[in-house]
Nanobody, 114 residues
Framework: QVHLVESGGGLVQAGGSLRLSCAAS????????MGWYRQAPGKEREFVAR???????NYASSVKGRFTIYKDNAKNTVYLQMNSLKAEDTAVYYC????????WGQGTQVTVSS
């Protein structure tokens, strides 16, 4: 069984920064990719960023240049550094770890006030 613990969400003013983290534990033998998604009220969950086991990175166009995804393999932890936050970044952020299956975190609220 795989357990994900997210942290780092909160309330920040527009232009501010937050860092999210997602630590995976349990029966993880190989992590193929780690990523972040978000879901705003009334909207579908959308892709934010992804990092593969080899270090390849992809970003949604809406966050490129403002967000940075990185990971600590030894800790099975993925981070999302979010800078220059905008009101439209307000959402619940979920991490996804792809191993033998896809595992979702519980979500952490990010609220950006304008």
């Amino acid at each position: 069984q795989v357990h994900l613990v997210e942290s780092g969400g909160g309330l920040v003013q527009a232009g501010g920064s937050l860092r999210l983290s997602c630590a995976a534990s349990g029966s993880i033998f190989r992590v193929n990719a780690m990523g972040w998604y978000r879901q705003a009220p009334g909207k579908e969950r959308e892709f934010v960023a992804r990092i593969s086991s080899g270090g390849s990175i992809n970003y949604a166009s809406s966050v490129k240049g403002r967000f940075t995804i990185y990971k600590d393999n030894a800790k099975n932890t993925v981070y999302l550094q979010m800078n220059s936050l905008k009101a439209e970044d307000t959402a619940v952020y979920y991490c996804l770890v792809v191993s033998d299956a896809g595992y979702w975190g519980q979500g952490t609220q990010v609220t950006v006030s304008s």
